[in-house]
T-cell receptor, first 112, second 113 residues
Framework: QKEVEQNSGPLSVPEGAIASLNCTYS??????FFWYRQYSGKSPELIMS????GDKEDGRFTAQLNKASQYVSLLIRDSQPSDSATYLC????????????FGKGTTLSVSS | KAGVTQTPRYLIKTRGQQVTLSCSPI?????VSWYQQTPGQGLQFLFE???????NKGNFPGRFSGRQFSNSRSEMNVSTLELGDSALYLC????????????FGPGTRLTVL
């Protein structure tokens, strides 16, 4: 069973701080990696994708991928109360085709 | 560009009934995937359709089925509903050539009594 693991949290950070969210995956064949944000009662919203080792930045968000260690992380700089949500890590693998395998998510709480 | 739309948004059914959920993808997207989200299991992949053909299927019983129409709209059907089928059912569509980049609709909240 291919798995994606995330710390469920809650991760609490003050406004303006950097929030660091981590995700590990078990399938070395995983090719594509995504971060989704899900507000309570809403559907997941795609915020970042990353496909190769290293960092990818988009505004206040930075995704980091290390395939050798099988982990992917999301950094949120200058965290805002509006960033409070559950962050879902999702990966694909050769065996699962285009199906996204999701972690259970990490709940982030940003206090003002 | 309009996002993924799903209807209905909420459904209440009783055990043993069947239900059909509908999904319209983002304009131009031809790949549609369905997921089930529950508090205990999280988001789990049901199936994916592309050009009216099921291209991928998750580990769900045969009571869960789907189809896709020529205009890329998709439906999923759950027969003989069980209490455990209560969940948020999410549809996602993907742009051409990026089947793993999936944009989710608002979901259909199904409650089975």
């Amino acid at each position: 069973q291919k798995e994606v693991e995330q710390n469920s949290g809650p991760l609490s950070v003050p406004e303006g701080a950097i929030a660091s969210l981590n995700c590990t995956y078990s399938d070395r064949g995983s090719q594509s990696f995504f971060w989704y944000r899900q507000y309570s009662g809403k559907s997941p919203e795609l915020i970042m994708s990353i496909y190769s080792n290293g960092d990818k930045e988009d505004g206040r968000f930075t995704a980091q991928l290390n395939k050798a260690s099988q982990y992917v992380s999301l950094l949120i700089r200058d965290s805002q109360p509006s960033d409070s949500a559950t962050y879902l890590c999702a990966v694909t693998s050769n065996q699962a085709g285009t199906a996204l395998i999701f972690g259970k998510g990490t709940t982030l709480s940003v206090s003002s | 560009k309009a996002g993924v739309t799903q209807t209905p948004r909420y459904l209440i059914k009783t055990r043993g009934q069947q239900v059909t959920l509908s999904c319209s993808p983002i304009s131009g997207h031809r790949s549609v995937s369905w997921y089930q989200q529950t508090p205990g299991q999280g988001l789990q992949f049901l199936f994916e359709y592309f050009s009216e053909t099921q291209r991928n299927k998750g580990n769900f019983p045969g009571r869960f089925s789907g189809r896709q129409f020529s205009n890329s709209r998709s439906e999923m059907n759950v027969s003989t509903l069980e209490l455990g089928d209560s969940a948020l059912y999410l549809c996602a569509s993907s742009p051409r050539g990026q089947a793993d980049t999936q944009y989710f609709g608002p979901g259909t909240r199904l409650t089975v009594l």
